[in-house]
Nanobody, 119 residues
């Protein structure tokens, strides 16, 4: 079992920055691929990006490339989402998730943290 707790959300003006954290507890954090998703009101959950145990990263949404950076600290069981140059359309609940390497199903989810970007 892996438990995930996000933190760091809040209200920020457009152009500002936030860093989200996801603390994992449970077994073998370093064995999991960690991902970030977001869900805006009235929209489906969107994959933001992921990071492998070794630190390799990938991003899905073109809208976040060059602005968002994912990193992880396996010693602290924590994954981060650094968000810069935030836009009002980045407003969403952001979720941390974990899956085993080689598996496509995101098995573990955090409760989410709200990010609101004002114009």
């Amino acid at each position: 079992q892996v438990q995930l707790v996000e933190s760091g959300g809040g209200l920020v003006q457009a152009g500002g920055s936030l860093r989200l954290s996801c603390l994992a507890s449970g077994r073998a954090f370093s064995n999991y691929v960690m991902g970030w998703f977001r869900q805006a009101p009235g929209k489906e959950r969107e994959f933001v990006g992921s990071i492998t145990w070794s630190g390799g990263s990938s991003y899905s949404a073109d809208s976040v490339k060059g602005r968002f950076t994912i990193s992880r600290d396996n010693a602290k069981n924590t994954v981060y989402l650094q968000m810069n140059s935030l836009k009002p359309e980045d407003t969403a609940v952001y979720y941390c998730a974990a899956r085993s390497s080689g598996v496509t199903l995101w098995r573990y989810w955090g409760q989410g943290t709200q990010v609101t970007v004002s114009s």
